[in-house]
């Protein structure tokens, strides 16, 4: 009995594995998202009643995939440790909720999600959304820093340029919507040519503050979010490749036995030469 339920496994494990059954997969995901799409348009009653029999026939794929891969992985606990998995399972059974009464928008909001499961079965996208979150520590120090200088400077606007345009520069809170707009470039000049009409020189303010939060700041964003990357991608080669991160290979519990015995061996030799 347990060699038949070790067999059943071995093959689901080997089914899940197989780029035909995740070929398989990645298909009826995309399916499932025109199908949304499909669905925000308006089309006749008989049209939509066959769209709520494919979401049907998706909604069961989705669960027997969720069930191969449970099954198929050999500790059951191990298989909740890994986030993605729980993400996908709380997809699929979401998916589950009827889209009729009074839970209709969690359901149709769970089956938009379904196409994030796009993300757990590419390895490539699994790598960008780690480095994405492993980033974000990092990308905060940056924030928080540039949250500081955004003070700094709709402070400095607030009291020069509040008799210019109050709705621009009203208060530190409108100006920092203000200088948002100019940091995303939107229209700036026309903010710049207004101040400078009372204060000739203001052109270093917005030029300086253009320099720090457009270049200097983005690109430390970027290459924080590289550098992770750089880090998720070189992780992923050696996982598969069966290394550490560092590059060296894992060692088996038979070469660290082997190795033991050799040195047992080695130190029986050397006892007769000790001198008495």
Known sequence: MPSLVFKT??????????????????????????????????????????????????????????????????????????????????????????VGGSGVLLARLLRIFRVLRLVSMVPELRILINALLKAIPRMGYIALLMFVIFYIYAATGSMFFHSINETLWGDVSISMLTLFRIATFEDWTDVMYETMTIYPLSWTYY???IFLTAFVFLNMMVGTVLEVMSQEHENYRAEQHGETPDGGEHASRAQIQA???????IKALLKPLKPH
């Open 259 to 265: 190795l033991e015995k050799e040195l047992v061996e």
């Open 9 to 98: 496994q071995r093959r689901l494990k080997k089914m899940d594995r197989s780029k035909i059954f995740q070929g398989l997969v990645i298909t009826v995901i995309l399916l499932s998202a025109l199908l949304i799409g499909a669905k925000t348009y308006n089309l006749s009653d008989n049209v939509m009643s066959l769209l709520s029999v494919f979401d049907l026939a998706i909604t069961i794929f989705f669960v027997f995939e969720i069930i191969i891969r449970f099954l198929a992985c050999p500790k059951k606990k191990s298989f909740f440790s890994d986030g993605w998995n729980i993400f996908d399972t709380i997809i699929v059974v979401g998916s589950l909720i009827p």
């Open 207 to 209: 030029l300086s503050f």
